[in-house]
């Protein structure tokens, strides 16, 4: 499945600050409407914009095959794992393929996905994971990012921990072999997360695919071969 970069719309919609309408809330309205990721993600039906940067990816890495293993952290509202389920075949009759999405928010069921409403953090859900996954797992997927504080720095030490989170739980449910695509925010206090990626994955790559937003500072690190539980 490739993505190809959505065109450009015609002349830009500009959204005015009203009575019941903050600057923050009319600045964010004016950029989902001037989107041509939005506009795209609607015209073929998917859940959200974000939806593209796997696509985008995926493209460059080959990450997702048929009859793949897949976990999908912070999954709401499903973006990331409509694009898994398509590409692993997942929802086709008798797939060997599993898809496991996981939140603490609500997500709408999805033909082809185990939607489960837990927290990835809590002992008891690698061996829940596993077990809905029917083994270990080929790819963890973790699109996270904590509430943004308006504070860089602080934000960017949030991101890092749900990263160096998902780093742990992926050590615990992975097959040899396997692989984890992570976001970070670019910037420092990245270095300890970077060094353990390097001792558990054969290979650690960076990237920021055309899909995210020029502005914003995140980039994803794409982890391939996964050494297994000797190097844990």
């Known amino acids: 499945m490739r993505a190809r970069p959505p065109g450009r719309r015609g002349a830009a919609v500009r959204v005015r600050k009203t009575g019941g309408r903050s600057t923050s809330s009319a600045r964010w309205l004016t950029r989902q409407l001037n989107d041509p990721y939005v506009a795209e993600a609607q015209r073929r039906g998917y859940r959200s914009r974000a939806a593209f940067k796997l696509l985008e990816l995926d493209a460059r890495f080959r990450l997702l095959k048929p009859g793949q293993r897949v976990i999908d952290l912070g999954a709401a509202p499903g973006g990331w794992t409509q694009v898994v389920v398509a590409a692993t075949k997942a929802a086709q009759a008798r797939a060997l393929a599993r898809v496991v999405a996981l ?56 991101i890092v921990g749900l990263a160096e989170a998902a780093l742990a739980f992926a050590e615990t449910v992975l097959a040899p072999g396997g692989g984890l695509v992570v976001k970070v925010f670019q910037g420092g206090s990245a270095a300890a997360l970077l060094q353990r990626l390097r001792q558990v994955f054969t290979t650690v790559r960076h990237a920021k695919p055309p899909a995210s937003r020029a502005e914003s500072a995140e980039t994803y690190v794409v982890a391939t071969g996964f050494r297994g539980a000797a190097a844990t």
């Open 103 to 158: 939140d603490l928010l609500e997500m709408a069921p999805l033909a082809g996905a185990e939607v489960l409403r837990v927290d990835f953090l809590d002992p008891a859900a690698p061996a829940a994971i596993t077990a809905a996954l029917g083994g270990p797992a080929d790819l963890v997927l973790s699109d996270m990012a904590a509430p943004a504080t308006g504070h860089a720095k602080t934000d960017h030490l949030r």
